[in-house]
């Protein structure tokens, strides 16, 4: 089920309510949905998206940013002993966009530094199979469908997760029901943080499900 700010704030304001949200209610669904963007924003570490296209004289990006997931795991191909292929799923989908910029840069976590490169899924196998391109294709990457193909030896010596970063609809300005680009996991985190904010609460044990509440069902 795609998570939106519309059904986060519905958890969050049943919680806070005792499962029977009302007007009465002291805290009011705005001030959630700001909190989920404001707490969303802080576990991405969202940044704004500056490059821009421009196609016939319009701006093809607008109302970007860009998110960081971390400690993704990645799982070996079957034949990484031969070319040290491996892949990882996609976190969230990011925007489509000239020269698979959408994927914005990947490495082993918290190493920046040692950023993978971007290839076309179509030219993967061209440089693989070139040797005079060895010193350049162990630091590699390629965008098929909701994974990533890496090629790295470095994958081999321990590094097993991954940082990535996408670029996406910035959420501040996202509305209430569009999508939003969260695991499972950190839908977690995000309730607990916004519930935290306004009643001190730091976990989810009372939380309800997405089902609409009784005051709502009619």
């Given at each position: 089920?795609?998570?939106?700010?519309?059904?986060?704030a519905e958890q969050i304001l049943r919680i806070i309510s005792g499962g029977f949200p009302s007007e009465r209610d002291r805290v009011k669904t705005p001030e959630i949905l700001?909190?989920?963007?404001?707490?969303?924003?802080?576990?991405l570490k969202s940044e704004v998206f500056s490059v821009?296209?421009?196609?016939?004289?319009?701006?093809?990006v607008d109302g970007a940013a860009i998110?960081?997931?971390?400690?993704?795991?990645?799982?070996?191909?079957?034949?990484?002993d031969k070319i040290r292929t491996a892949t990882f799923e996609l976190p969230a989908y990011p925007m489509l966009l000239p020269e698979g910029i959408g994927v914005y840069e990947v490495y082993p976590t918290g190493r920046p530094h040692l950023s993978l490169n971007y290839i076309p899924s179509g030219q993967l196998k061209f440089w693989l199979t070139n040797r005079y391109m060895s010193s350049?294709?162990?630091?590699?990457?390629?965008?098929?469908?909701?994974?990533?193909?890496?090629?790295?030896?470095?994958?081999?010596?321990?590094?097993n997760q991954v940082d990535v970063q996408l670029v996406v609809s910035d959420i501040s300005s996202a509305g209430e029901n569009e999508p939003l680009p969260i695991s499972a996991d950190l839908r977690e985190k995000i309730v607990a943080s916004v519930?935290?904010?306004?009643?001190?609460?730091?976990?989810?044990?009372?939380?309800?499900?997405?089902?609409?509440?009784?005051t709502k069902r009619n």
């Open positions: 089920m795609q998570v939106t700010k519309s059904i986060l700001l909190a989920i963007s404001d707490v969303a924003n802080a576990y821009n296209w421009n196609i016939d004289g319009t701006n093809a998110v960081t997931y971390e400690a993704i795991p990645v799982i070996r191909g079957v034949d990484y350049l294709h162990r630091k590699l990457y390629t965008v098929i469908g909701n994974k990533v193909a890496i090629y790295d030896d470095y994958v081999g010596i321990g590094y519930l935290q904010r306004f009643i001190g609460v730091s976990d989810t044990n009372r939380r309800e499900t997405d089902q609409p509440s009784p």
